[in-house]
């Protein structure tokens, strides 16, 4: 990007002074025509006289420093305006101001000239240059006084502010004068304006381009420079700098980072009435500058919208500059000007160049040579013919032409579950500690009985009160007992858990939202003047369920594989697709922290991105609260079905009844188990009445017939002889591989199907349910043991200095530590809750909602801890899965149709939103609506794009499990349990089905492509495709004969393994299925006229 300097607020003209100033993010009134003004300014300061061209041609003088004077850019444009002529007369002669002259000698002295090109840049004397304007009186395309105003960002902000341009919300701050301060984690205020980070910081000279963005605690912290380009490289993240420079001594601008999809506008004029804009990506992304083969920053005309011809248009009149650029951001479908550069040209456009020449002939001669321009006019219409100004879009004929056998790929539409995880955990107790309780009265607000501690400051403070709670108490112990015993520790409960807060505070920098304290106040001790002492609070403390770094290689892998594998063209084909603006991509994730983060490294890989996380996701992952919360909500009904369906698989599991001689014709569950009312057929009218409310039984109880088959992955034979289970009733039919996605085949292997489905095989596995739940809290008990023995030497002496996690992570394979940061204590307290939690030994009572968690820890042990040799793991793994395949499916609903009204009771907006994305890529102006950023297919074709009317609509959506469930079962099931809804997959991947287990990102994914020879207009037109994945199974993984920890294979350097990739994505949908049979599925689970309003109001541009 080429940049001159920057405004300064200068003199308004007559039609700016009604104009008041508006919000920041107001977009733009209608501007009043103001060619008038234009010119009216212009020509007060040029000579008025009408010049002949046959006495001698107009001489245009080129006032520059030498470098931008002789730039390609600059020639370009002379040679062309040197080679207009007429009857054999040059209509311009055009004189360059030496650098020499320009510098040294006085004004008087300078060449003479009739219309002047000058423009700033860095050590041109711009004061001399209005003092020659004022002598000569040429004609100056860019005006000289304005220039100065271009110097201060401050000016420009307050100039297009003022006058209906659109800029980021902003706010400014100036040393000494007062302003107050607050700077936090995630937002800095200045006298009472916040802007919430992540926020740009801009120094006030337009001339000064160190700037820094600083992103939230919440993303990851750190801030990212951004300098002229250098090499390959235009910015720099540092993570461990967090704070602004507001107390430095200078004044800057703050303003909030707008999110663009990774991509920055720069809009280059040739006066009021020509604009050409160029795409390129962002520099906040990466920081890495894409080059093309001449070794330029590579990019792509785009067209621009109707409000953005405008705001060009304004801002060639704002600040008299004829010749100009400034930078344009895009987002959440309104465009903002963010820098004004003045004098810019494109540099690398033979239509530019041409435009320009013919618009300085056609502006040089209205001003200076009328009568010639009136004998010898040069149309200037083909400059408009498909221009950026001219807003010329894709025809629809054009389709056909680039569509293949199979049709053009339309839509592509990903469903996926975030990535590998550390286990959320939380921990609990009721404390009168004068250290903590002081916290309350500190930082609590009147009338409130919690404190929640989630920023940086607070959770600091927390910590250093721990560590002096935890050495007073450690100091008492020992006067008390003269020494402590090396497992006095384990003994005493409350002094092991504020040891493992201490430990989980001090594991890791702040950083994230993966550490949560509260404090509930449970006993308050009124005060004489009125107040209340806390006298006794619950502290509770979460943390946890972090994305670990298998879990950014798997995401990043799978990203890698998704531009490989769904997309045209070589390998690399959406790159290009992207790079070219032909790709309008947006990546949603939940709210959650581990959510966001498989975003970011699933479009690290998918984009070809480098560079760390943070910047990545601040720009690329898009925030839109309705999509959040769709893929974050989980609606009281479905809670409530949830809940229910629990209760039914505790009645089961705690059952004394033998399941491991049961066949498929004869398993029944006992009587009391299952429902009272037989429900008759379910029609499509009653069930979309009831789409939002969980089927029950007349008696008012959850209908909790027959489990159906539910996700069950198949077992190696290794598990032979492990655990008292029946190895015959583990093992597996042999199950022939559908095609895979590579050959985007509509075609499935048929699967043969074994006697055994996947509820005869968990059943059979845990033979009598009660015997098997004792039997895996006996293998709970072991592994406590077996950690309180290994965490008892070495908790005491490190009670008092807990290593760093990056200190233990260097040595967990030496020294046999828990990987990613976790303390032997804390490995133990983890399970030792959770074997306290599972089974009441008082009551003899197992809580089986904890199976999942058992599991969820099982197999987060034996891929990153099986380094350790825990004797007790693998069995505990074996057992907690047998019964967790039979759990965790079944909590989304036991028949069918259960399992169909909890999914679109929690996916339900889902749904809809997965319509709107194929129904948008049906027709022209549908589609175009929501493309942030369009190439200008007129002349790509310069930039060697082949075919640029193409244009591929991607929606990927990062979600938890319960989302992935709900959605698989609702397109599983749906066909099923409502009349007439079609059918979505093959009988042949349903036989699949029964083998799944929906892993760490599990995807959906939807392709949607366009017959060439049938009207796009049709639903019936296009053809959709579906894919499925479980995510990356470990079971294969941990059970065999060479297994070795992902952490060990991390440390090997080994990002290939099995482990690291999930597995092929298997096309699953029926022969032939037409977007008309999708939609026509989806309305029978979706309101279509609530969800239209509803759409229409928050998620039009997504």
């Not at 919430?196 to 801030?223: C, F, M, Q």
């Not at 001003?367 to 807003?391: C, I, K, M, V, Y």
């Not at 990613?820 to 197992?846: M, S």
């Not at 599991?855 to 350790?868: E, K, P, Q, R, T």
């Amino acid at each position: 990007m080429e940049d001159h300097g920057s405004p300064s607020a200068g003199e308004k003209w007559p039609c700016d002074e009604a104009n008041e100033p508006i919000g920041c993010s107001t977009p733009p009134a209608a501007a009043e025509e103001s060619v008038t003004p234009f010119r009216r300014r212009w020509l007060q300061s040029s000579n008025s006289k009408d010049h002949s061209i046959e006495e001698r041609p107009l001489v245009i003088g080129v006032c520059a420093m030498r470098k931008k004077a002789k730039s390609k850019p600059m020639n370009e444009l002379l040679q062309r305006l040197k080679g207009f002529t007429f009857g054999g007369v040059a209509e311009f002669e055009v004189r360059f101001f030496e650098e020499e002259v320009i510098l040294k000698a006085p004004v008087e002295e300078w060449p003479l000239c009739d219309a002047l090109i000058a423009f700033f840049s860095a050590g041109f004397p711009l004061k001399k240059a209005q003092a020659y304007a004022a002598l000569r009186r040429p004609l100056v395309f860019n005006d000289l006084r304005e220039q100065e105003t271009l110097f201060d960002r401050r000016k420009v902000y307050q100039l297009l502010e003022s006058n209906g341009v659109p800029v980021p919300k902003y706010t400014v701050f100036e040393p000494g004068r007062g302003y107050v301060v607050d700077e936090q984690e995630d937002y800095l205020e200045v006298n009472g304006c916040r802007i919430e980070k992540p926020l740009v910081e801009k120094p006030v000279s337009g001339e000064d381009h160190n700037i820094h963005l600083y992103y939230p605690r919440a993303l990851g912290g750190g801030s990212k420079r951004l300098f002229r380009k250098v090499g390959d490289r235009s910015s720099q993240f540092y993570p461990d700098e967090h704070w602004t420079r507001i107390h430095d001594g200078n004044s800057y601008i703050y303003e909030e980072l707008l999110q663009t999809e990774g991509t920055d506008v720069k809009v280059y004029t040739i006066g009021p009435e020509y604009a050409h804009a160029e795409a390129r990506k962002s520099p906040v992304v990466d920081g890495k500058v894409m080059r093309n083969s001449n070794g330029r920053e590579e990019r792509y005309p785009v067209l621009l919208t109707g409000p953005e011809k405008e705001i060009a248009r304004k801002v060639v009149l704002l600040f008299g500059q004829t010749i100009c650029g400034f930078d344009l951001l895009r987002s959440n479908g309104n465009s903002y000007v963010c820098d004004v550069n003045g004098f810019s040209f494109v540099k690398d456009s033979q239509k530019f160049w041409d435009d320009s020449a013919t618009l300085i002939r056609q502006l040089t001669l209205e001003n200076l040579a009328p009568s010639h321009l009136e004998r010898f006019p040069l149309s200037t219409n083909q400059l408009l013919q498909g221009g950026a100004f001219s807003g010329e879009e894709d025809d629809e004929g054009s389709r056909a032409d680039l569509a293949g056998d199979e049709g053009e790929l339309m839509c592509v539409v990903a469903i996926v579950r975030h990535g590998d995880r550390t286990p959320k955990q939380k921990l609990k107790f009721v404390t009168t500690e004068p250290e903590l309780l002081a916290l309350i009265n500190e930082f609590l607000p009147e009338g409130e009985d919690e404190l929640k501690l989630k920023n940086v400051r607070m959770m600091e403070e927390l910590t250093n009160r721990i560590e002096a709670l935890v050495a007073r108490l450690e100091a008492s112990r020992r006067r008390k007992e003269g020494d402590v015993s090396s497992d006095s520790d384990q003994t005493d409960e409350y002094f092991s858990q504020l040891t493992a807060v201490k430990q989980v505070l001090k594991s890791h920098p702040f950083h994230g939202i993966y550490r949560k304290a509260q404090l509930k106040v449970t006993s308050w001790e009124p005060c004489e003047d009125g107040r209340r002492i806390p006298t006794e609070a619950q502290f509770i403390l979460k943390w946890g369920g972090e994305l670990t770094d298998l879990g950014q290689l798997q995401a990043h892998n799978l990203g890698a594989k998704f531009r490989t594998l769904l997309y045209p063209g070589e390998k690399n084909g959406v790159l290009r697709l992207h790079a070219t603006y032909r790709h309008d991509l947006k990546i949603y994730a939940s709210d959650e922290g581990r959510v966001q983060m498989s975003a970011a490294a699933f479009t690290k890989g998918f984009l070809d991105l480098e560079g760390m996380l943070t910047p990545i996701m601040a720009s690329l992952v898009s925030k839109n609260p309705s999509i959040t919360s769709m893929l974050d909500d989980t609606p009281a009904p479905g809670r409530e079905g949830m809940e229910q369906a629990k209760a039914v698989i505790h009645r089961v599991l705690t059952s004394d009844k033998s399941f491991e001689s049961s066949s498929q014709s004869d398993l029944q569950l006992p009587p009391a188990y299952m429902s009272e009312i037989t429900r008759g057929p379910t029609t499509t009218t009653n069930f979309v009445l009831q789409k939002h409310v969980p089927m029950m039984t007349r008696g008012g109880s959850w209908s909790c017939s027959l489990p159906v088959p539910s996700p069950f992955a198949p077992e190696p034979a290794r598990v032979r002889g492990l655990g008292s289970m029946s190895a015959s009733a583990l093992k597996m039919a042999t199950v022939r591989q559908p095609p895979a996605v590579e050959t985007v085949s509509p075609l499935l292997t048929a699967i043969e199907r074994g006697e055994c489905s996947m509820l005869l095989r968990s059943l059979r596995a845990m033979g009598t349910p009660k015997q098997t739940l004792h039997e895996l809290r006996e293998l709970v008990d072991a592994l406590v043991q077996e950690l309180r023995d290994r965490a008892a030497p070495s908790h005491h002496k490190r009670s008092l200095s807990i290593e760093s996690a990056a200190d233990l992570a260097r040595k967990t394979a030496g020294n046999k530590l828990p990987a990613n940061g976790e303390t032997l204590h804390l490995h133990h307290v983890r399970w030792a809750k959770l074997a306290k939690d599972f089974y009441k030994p008082k009551k003899q009572e197992f809580d089986t909602t904890k199976l999942p968690d058992i599991y969820d820890n099982a197999v987060y042990d034996i891929l990153h801890n099986s380094h350790l040799g825990l004797k007790a793991l693998t069995r505990l793994y074996i057992a907690a899965r047998a019964l967790a395949s039979f759990v965790v499916p079944q909590e989304y609903g036991i028949e069918p149709h259960d399992k169909v009204t909890i999914g679109v009771s929690i996916g339900g907006s889902m749904l809809d939103k997965l319509r709107r994305d194929f129904l948008a890529c049906m027709t022209t102006n549908q589609h175009q609506g929501e493309r942030v950023h369009t190439l200008d297919h007129s002349q790509s074709g310069l930039k060697g794009v082949r075919t640029p009317k193409r244009h591929v609509r991607t929606r990927m959506y990062f979600t938890s499990e319960s989302h992935i469930h709900s959605l698989f079962n609702v397109l599983r099931w749906g066909s099923t349990v409502v009349d007439g809804a079609p059918s979505i997959f093959s009988e042949t991947a349903r036989a699949k089905f029964d083998e799944m287990e929906l892993c760490y990102l599990t995807h959906i994914v939807f392709r949607v492509l366009h017959k060439k020879s049938l009207d796009p207009s049709s639903k019936s037109a296009y053809t959709v495709q579906v894919f499925v994945s479980p995510g990356v199974p470990h079971y294969d993984f941990v059970l065999a004969e060479d297994y070795v920890s992902a952490e060990m294979l991390h440390n090997k350097g080994d990002t290939h393994h099995g482990i690291h990739n999930t597995e092929t994505m298997i096309l699953s949908s029926r022969d032939n299925l037409t977007l008309e049979e999708v939609d026509a599925f989806i309305l029978q689970f979706v309101n279509q006229e609530e969800e239209d309003g509803r759409a229409s109001e928050s998620l039009s541009v997504s």
